[in-house]
C-alpha cells in the first residue's frame, strides 16, 4: 500500500483543533487557576491606585491594604490568596441578593416591570435618574431600586423583612453572616439622601411598605460584614444555577440566576458597568466597601476585596485582579 503524504498534515490539522479548543473551554487544571491568582495577587498588591470611601464616615478608616482573593467552582472547590478571611461591609452587592429574593417573592416580571432592568447612566446615589425615568428607578442595583426592592420583600413587618433579607445572604454565603455594628451606625446616622430617594419613589407609587422603614433596613443590609471567601461563595450560588455548591441548598430558582446575571451585566459596576462588560463578558456587582463579585456562569464565582475605590465606586485592584484572571484562564463567557 502506498503511504499517503497527507499524513503529516491531517496531524497538523487535529493538533490545531485541539489547541483551538482548549483555548476556548473552561479547561483551567487546579494548578493553573492557583499560579494565575497567584500572579494576580502579586502583580497588584501593591498597586496604590483609588481611594476608600468616605462619604459613609466609618469606611474612611478599614485598612485599605486588605486584599483578598477568591475562586469557588461549581464543586465547591476553592481556591484563594491574600487577605481572604478579612470581612469588609458588602454595601451594593447586597443589592443582587435582595433582588433574588423578591424575584422568589414575586416573580420576574415584577421586578422587571415595578423596578426595572435597565442603565440608568448616572451616579448610584442619582435623584434626577428618577425624575428621567418618570419615577422609575431604572434597575434593582441602583440605590433608588434597591431600596425600592428592600420595600418589596414579603413581610408583615420590619423585622420579618430584615430577618428575611439576611437569612437570604446566609444561604448564599453557606454561613451566618455579621452585622458590623460601627458601619450601620455611621450610615444610618446619615442616609438623608437615601431617605430622600425612597419619598420620591414613594410620591410615586413605587414602595412595597413605608419608604423611611425601608431605607432603614436597607442600610442595615449594605452593613452585613463578609469577606472575598464569603463573596466567592455568594457569586458561585449564581453560577450555580442556584444552587449552592458549599451547603447543596437551593437558594434561588434556576430559572431566575439568567435574570439576576443580566442585571449584573447591565448595571453591576455602576455607569461603568458598559466597560466592565467589553472587558471582561462576566455579569459582576460592586459595593463601595471594596468588594466585587463576578459570576462565570455555569463555572465559577470569583470575590475580590480590596476597599480602595476609583471614581466610579468600584474596587481598584479587585478590578485589576478579575480582569487579569479572566484573561489569563479564558473564562470570558462571551468568548466560549
Ligand atoms: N449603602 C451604600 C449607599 O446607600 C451602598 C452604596 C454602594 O455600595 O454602592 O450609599
Request: charged letters at 20%; one cysteine or more; proline letters at 4%.
Amino acid at each position: 500500500m502506498q503511504k499517503s503524504n497527507s499524513t503529516p498534515f491531517v496531524m497538523l490539522l487535529l493538533i490545531s483543533i485541539l489547541f483551538s479548543s482548549t483555548l476556548f473551554a473552561y479547561e483551567a487544571s487546579p494548578t493553573q487557576i492557583n499560579k494565575v491568582l497567584k500572579e494576580a495577587y502579586n502583580k497588584y498588591k501593591g498597586d496604590v491606585g483609588g481611594k476608600n470611601a468616605d462619604y459613609i464616615k466609618a469606611l474612611a478608616i478599614v485598612d485599605p491594604n486588605i486584599f483578598g482573593i477568591t475562586l469557588v467552582d461549581k464543586n465547591g472547590k476553592i481556591y484563594e490568596i491574600g487577605n481572604t478571611k478579612k470581612e469588609v461591609s458588602i454595601q451594593s452587592i447586597s443589592k443582587v441578593f435582595t433582588a433574588s429574593l423578591v424575584m422568589q417573592d414575586h416573580g420576574d416580571k415584577f421586578v422587571q416591570s415595578k423596578i426595572g432592568v435597565n442603565a440608568t447612566g448616572a451616579a448610584f446615589n442619582s435623584i434626577i435618574a428618577i425624575e428621567l425615568h418618570k419615577g422609575s428607578a431604572s434597575n434593582p442595583f441602583v440605590n433608588a431600586g434597591a431600596i425600592q426592592s428592600t420595600s418589596w420583600v414579603s413581610a408583615k413587618n420590619s423585622k420579618i423583612r430584615w430577618n428575611r433579607i439576611k437569612h437570604n445572604m446566609d444561604n448564599f454565603a453557606a454561613r451566618k453572616l455579621k452585622l458590623n455594628e460601627d458601619v450601620y451606625t455611621s450610615e444610618v446616622n446619615d442616609n438623608k439622601r437615601n431617605q430622600a430617594i425612597s419619598k420620591i419613589l414613594d410620591a410615586y407609587g413605587r414602595m412595597g411598605s413605608d419608604p423611611l422603614e425601608a431605607t432603614t433596613v436597607y442600610t442595615k443590609q449594605c452593613s452585613i460584614n463578609v469577606s472575598s471567601h464569603d463573596l466567592a461563595i455568594m457569586a458561585s450560588t449564581l453560577a450555580n444555577h442556584g444552587i449552592n455548591p458549599i451547603s447543596k441548598k437551593k437558594v434561588i430558582e434556576s430559572t431566575y440566576t439568567p435574570k439576576i446575571m443580566a442585571i449584573m451585566a447591565t448595571a453591576g459596576l455602576y455607569d461603568n458597568a458598559g466597560d466592565w462588560l467589553y472587558d471582561t463578558g462576566a455579569p459582576a456587582k460592586s459595593g463601595v466597601g471594596g468588594g466585587i463579585i463576578a459570576v462565570i456562569p455555569g463555572e465559577f464565582g470569583i470575590g475580590v476585596v480590596s476597599p480602595p475605590l476609583d471614581t466610579y465606586g468600584n474596587s481598584v485592584r479587585a478590578q485589576l485582579a478579575i480582569k487579569y484572571i479572566i484573561k489569563k484562564l479564558n473564562l470570558n463567557p462571551l468568548a466560549q
